[in-house]
């Protein structure tokens, strides 16, 4: 019997913590494939984002996975948002991150290794400082939702947007 990936999903995210995640979907897995994890097909597929950025896409498992290293933060960077919500899991280091309200105002949330967290697809944020060297963190990609952009805010505080595959910020409209 195959297992969808929304329950390996739910198997992961309902865990105590992500190594906990981790064996209760090698588990499932298990049950339906006589595979260890030593004969699974998986393969690595790297996407640089920037010079302090890179992502590496795990490919062959049965819930989409992505982990994201982090060499430096950018604190002027313009704030984004993503194609989908998603949970994070702080493998090594930490980081600290701007999230920012529609009217330009914003707050800092920290996470350390360890640590388990939810992102909106929505959330528009930029990470500001890193906690403890570079950071690694697991990323486990809800479906796609929308397409993702940046974001300012004008001198008289309206937020402008650009999509991600566009250069001019134009005011932003209501979805």
Not at 3 to 32: F, H, T
Not at 106 to 124: M, Q, T, V
Request: with cysteine.
């Amino acid at each position: 019997m195959n297992r969808s990936i929304e329950e390996l999903q739910r198997a992961w995210l309902n865990s105590e913590d992500w190594q906990a995640g981790l064996r209760a979907v090698y588990e499932l897995g298990r049950q339906d494939t006589a595979a260890s994890p030593a004969s699974l097909p998986v393969r690595i597929r790297q996407e640089v984002m920037g010079p302090h950025f890179a992502k590496y896409h795990i490919e062959g498992l049965p819930i989409p996975a992505v982990l994201h290293y982090i060499t430096q933060a950018e604190p002027h960077a313009d704030p984004h948002d993503h194609p989908w919500g998603f949970t994070s899991f702080v493998i090594t280091g930490g980081y600290e991150e701007e999230i920012f309200y529609s009217d330009g105002t914003s707050i800092l949330e920290s996470h350390w290794y360890g640590e388990k967290h939810r992102i909106s697809a929505r959330r528009i944020h930029r990470i500001v400082r890193l906690l403890d060297g570079e950071c690694w963190t697991l990323v486990l990609p809800d479906p796609w939702e929308r397409k993702p952009g940046f974001y300012r805010w004008d001198e008289n505080g309206q937020p402008l947007y650009r999509p991600w595959d566009r250069e001019d910020f134009q005011p932003l409209q209501s979805e």
